[in-house]
């Protein structure tokens, strides 16, 4: 196994300090090059995740999320799945104030998907 399979199998979300817990500010993230596999068919699926959050006392280490998000690369899920999982995972993780993921999915047979999950959304 290569190193980059290795630490991509072996990613786990790791959080931080927030260096300005008394602050309100928002972080965005992008990740351009996300990719899944389709439950029924097999064939991947292509998207930009779009992360925005309003950190409380931590915040997301960016390259143990960059490897979190590559270990989606060969597991068989829907974007709603996918979607509402990385929300789950990183509302678990970091207990912002607030946070919104997106998942852009590229379109396939035609038909385009965006997912929204947010704190707003409750």
Do not use: Q
Not at 51 to 72: A, G, H, Q, R
Not at 111 to 121: D, L
């Amino acid at each position: 196994m290569l190193y980059g399979e290795k630490a991509i199998k072996e990613a786990l979300l790791e959080a931080w300090d927030n260096p300005y817990p008394d602050r309100d500010y928002k972080i965005e993230i992008s990740f351009p090059e996300f990719t899944c596999l389709c439950p029924r068919s097999g064939y991947p699926d292509f998207a930009t995740i779009k992360i925005s959050y309003i950190p409380d006392k931590k915040i997301v280490e960016l390259k143990s999320l960059k490897l979190y998000l590559n270990s989606y690369r060969d597991k068989y899920i829907s974007h709603e799945a996918v979607t509402n999982k990385i929300y789950e995972d990183l509302h678990n993780l970091l207990k912002p104030r607030n946070l919104e993921v997106i998942g852009d999915f590229n379109p396939r047979g035609n038909v385009k998907t965006i997912i929204k999950v947010s704190s707003e959304c409750k």
